[in-house]
């Protein structure tokens, strides 16, 4: 990961624009907590943390809404997923002794994780939305 900047792919397109816009700027913002993590920067990373939850936190209820309001049927287990990825960002909130440990963790759980999330179970979503639009 070091040295590899973190970029948006085509694959990770839902088709759904405000999702994907959102999707963007989380990428740029975990991208950019984990260059100032690898520099031990702890006077920024505090901010960018505090950042990245709020936008994770709002980004998540704009999707639960959605699935909500066209009845998703995976919604539940979505909805799993995003509370895992919400209480991860909110301990790292509280633990901000950054270690090479930590870096790595957050580099499976904060980037990985959620580039297959955005892959699978987003774009899972996003098509379900598509019918159900299409449908009605
Ligand atoms: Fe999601």
């Known amino acids: 990961m070091k040295g590899t900047p973190i970029q948006w792919k085509n694959e990770l397109s839902t088709g759904n624009d405000i999702l994907d816009i959102q999707h963007k700027e989380l990428i740029t913002r975990i991208s950019k ?17 505090d950042f990245l939850f709020d936008y994770v936190y709002s980004h998540f209820v704009l999707e639960e ?22 209480k991860y960002i909110n301990n790292l909130k509280k633990n901000r002794l950054i270690t090479r440990e930590l870096i790595s963790e957050m580099q499976s759980v904060l980037f990985v994780w959620f580039i297959e999330h955005i892959r699978v179970e987003d774009r899972n979503m996003a098509e379900h939305l598509r019918q159900y639009c299409n449908a009605g």
């Open 33 to 49: 907590l984990l260059e100032e993590a690898e520099m031990l920067n702890s006077a920024t990373i505090s901010s960018t943390i």
């Open 65 to 86: 809404k959605m699935m909500i309001q066209t009845e998703y049927p995976d919604f539940e287990e979505h909805l799993e997923k995003h509370s895992y990825y919400v």
